[in-house]
């Protein structure tokens, strides 16, 4: 069983960073996949960022892929989502989510595949 916390949200200006952190508890962290969701009032919850297990591959959703990054440090169980240039439209809730690595796959895309969510943090970004 894992635990995941994240950390690092906010009310922000627009134009403005953040870097959200995400630690796992529970569970040997670099078998896990990692990614970082979001969703805001009144949409689905959306893909950002996928990172394979030891941190080499990254998958970034197109629409943020200039802005976010996602990372993550095995040593400190930890991934972060580093977000440049924050717009008020990336107002939502952010949640990171661990998907077992079975091999098959160097990244997850779709939420059914990760079996570990955080409670969430919000952003929130005005204009």
């Known amino acids: 069983q894992m635990q995941l916390v994240e950390s690092g949200g906010g009310l922000v200006q627009a134009g403005d960073s953040l870097r959200l952190s995400c630690t796992a508890s529970g569970g040997t962290f670099n078998r896990y996949i990692m990614g970082w969701f979001r969703q805001a009032p009144g949409k689905e919850r959306e893909l950002l960022a996928s990172i394979s297990w030891d941190g080499s591959k990254t998958f970034s959703k197109d629409s943020v892929k200039d802005r976010f990054y996602g990372s993550r440090d095995n040593a400190k169980r930890t991934v972060y989502l580093q977000m440049n240039n924050l717009k008020p439209e990336d107002t939502a809730v952010y949640y990171c989510?661990?998907?077992?690595?079975?091999?098959?796959?160097?990244?997850?895309?779709?939420?059914?595949?990760?079996?570990?969510w955080g409670q969430g943090t919000q952003v929130t970004v005005s204009s």
């Open positions: 989510a661990a998907g077992w690595n079975n091999g098959v796959y160097v990244y997850l895309e779709r939420e059914s595949q990760y079996d570990y």
